[in-house]
């Protein structure tokens, strides 16, 4: 079993940054692939980006591709998502999210098996 939980969202104007953590606990969390979604009002739940168990390959939607990155840090059992230049449009909900196997650029939220509770983000414009 995975616990995640996530922090660091709130209200910003577009334009600023927010970073996004989400602490693990249970498995060992190396052997997990990290990734997270968000989800819009009235929209179903998209990917953003994910990072592999040793943080060498990370893979990002196009969407935010030069605008958000993603990394670990295994010794404190940590994913961060790291969001400049927010647009209005990358207003949501955002999950953490993990997987023991398959592939970083898979996509699917099917995936994953385990899910963080999700922290608001909200972009004013």
């Known amino acids: 079993q995975v616990l995640l939980v996530e922090s660091g969202g709130g209200l910003v104007q577009a334009g600023g940054s927010l970073r996004l953590s989400c602490a693990a606990s249970?498995?060992?969390?190396?052997?997990?692939?990290m990734g997270w979604f968000r989800q819009a009002p009235g929209k179903e739940r998209e990917f953003v980006a994910a990072?592999?168990?040793?943080?060498?390959?990370?893979y990002s939607a196009d969407s935010v591709k030069g605008r958000f990155t993603i990394s670990r840090d295994n010794g404190k059992n940590t994913v961060i998502l790291q969001m400049n230049s927010l647009k209005p449009e990358d207003t949501g909900v955002y999950y953490c999210?993990?997987?023991?196997?398959?592939?970083?650029?898979?996509?699917?939220?099917?995936?994953?098996?385990?899910w963080g509770q999700g922290t608001q983000v909200t972009v004013s414009s």
């Open positions: 999210a993990a997987k023991g196997s398959g592939l970083v650029a898979d996509r699917s939220r099917l995936g994953y098996n385990y």
């Open positions: 249970g498995r060992a969390f190396s052997s997990l692939i």
């Open positions: 990072i592999s168990g040793g943080g060498t390959i990370t």
